[in-house]
């Protein structure tokens, strides 16, 4: 496969996911600010989804409040955020343009669809409660049916697997990054641990990664923030946790490299995080620093990505 056609398959794969985590990330804060006041109390939940979406430096280079409209607008729709689920769903159809060979039908008219339809929305606005719930649902069912025919009509070959790959390292990124904020920034001092605030703010993290009924599944608890992270960081069986992401991404990373019948420095370095996932624990976890552990993993993740581009995508 042309090093060009893998980068669009891996770059299609991740901005769909993109897309998706951005949709989730406004439906889960706006979950928590329809919240009575008592509950909410001083924090700005819309401080924290520009904070998950790792744009919020940007964001106060244009606008001076973070509140729903400039948040929703600049996530959602903003030309000068690259990251904007809009940007995201055109640079996949791009993607998918180049591609187009490689795709199957399924795929190429989820995406080519969406496109359509994202500019009637674009075009009238989402300016009632109602019209943004239709066209986040929108967005993350756009995904859902891309990563549903990519999984059931796609040959099992190299395109699949950089595919794949883009796919479980945007959502490791996303996962962590979500879970990042929320035990580093989330709750204000003021408010104690095991409150109403936290209570819904745990709530709607996992909302956001549709993790709650696995939650009550998996533990039989009400919600604690060290099960939560035990869930999102280290459960195998939930597919947005760090760990199953890392299972996947080093299970696609050695069908590529037996293919081409070679392995190198991407397959290190996944089995790397792979195994430091799987001899963690929360104990160690926690005696470490919740955030400083993420942070690590962040760097380390990114540090992938690059290593997958200067062995397979240049």
Known sequence: MLSRTAENLYWLARYVERAEYLARTIDA???????????????????????????????????????????????????????SIKNCIEAARLNSRSVRTAL???????????????????????????????????????????????????????????????????????????????????????????????FYQWSSILRSVSALTAYHWVYRETLKPWLVADLLILNGTLPRSLASCYENLTRNLD??????????????????IRNRLEHSNMNDIFQHGVHEFIQEFIADNSRLGEIITKQYLI
């Open 29 to 83: 804060t706006l979950r928590v600010t329809a919240l009575p006041a008592a509950y909410i109390g001083k924090t700005n939940e819309w401080d924290s989804a520009l904070l998950t979406a790792g744009v919020a430096s940007s964001f106060y280079q244009q606008y001076e409040e973070a509140n729903e409209r400039n948040v929703v607008d600049y996530l959602s729709f903003s030309a000068d955020n690259p990251s």
């Open 255 to 272: 069908q590529i490299g037996v293919a081409y019948g070679r392995q190198g420095p991407a397959q290190r370095h996944a089995r790397g």
């Open 104 to 198: 199957t039908s399924e795929m190429w008219d989820t995406i080519n669809s969406a496109w359509i339809e994202l500019q009637e929305v674009w075009s009238k606005g989402t300016s009632t409660r109602e019209d943004l719930a239709k066209f986040l649902r929108f967005v993350q069912e756009t995904s859902l049916r891309f990563d549903g025919s990519a999984y059931r009509t796609m040959l099992r070959n190299d395109a699949y697997w950089f595919s794949r790959l883009g796919l479980h390292l945007e959502r490791a990124d996303n996962t962590a990054r979500i879970l990042d904020v929320k035990y580093h920034v989330l709750l204000p001092e003021e408010e104690h641990v095991g409150g109403p605030l936290d």
